[in-house]
């Protein structure tokens, strides 16, 4: 088993309140999720109005799969026209298997 994790950073230009940029934050999660089969959070800049992090997980038994989802989750994500990503990182951690 594997967890996959993406965590980005994001720039909402133009945003000018926390409720704008939770507006936006909030269309791109839920496009996320009804997208793909992830788990997806604000995990960091909280209270900052133009700045955002999200993660993004999911568990899999194929890392080809759960690399080639997490990159296309990065691809809409700097595709999308109101928001900007300023960087990314994906990692993939391997579970051992065993007992629960």
């Keep these: 088993m594997l ?6 950073d994001l720039l909402f230009p133009g945003s000018d309140s926390l409720k ?3 507006r936006r934050l909030s269309g791109l ?3 996320i999720r009804a997208g793909f089969p992830v ?3 604000e995990v960091g800049f909280q209270d900052l109005w133009q700045r955002g992090r999200i993660g993004v997980a999911l568990v899999s038994t194929d890392s080809r ?3 080639s989802i997490l990159d296309r989750i990065t691809d809409m ?3 999308d026209g109101e928001i900007e990503m300023t960087g990314h990182r994906i990692e ?3 579970m051992e298997d065993g007992e629960a």
């Design 20 to 22: 704008d940029k939770r």
């Design 3 to 8: 967890v996959a994790v993406l965590v980005a």
């Design 65 to 67: 799969l759960a690399q």
């Design 92 to 94: 993939i951690l391997r």
């Design 29 to 31: 999660t839920g496009r």
């Design 39 to 41: 788990s997806v959070a």
């Design 77 to 79: 994500v700097g595709r």
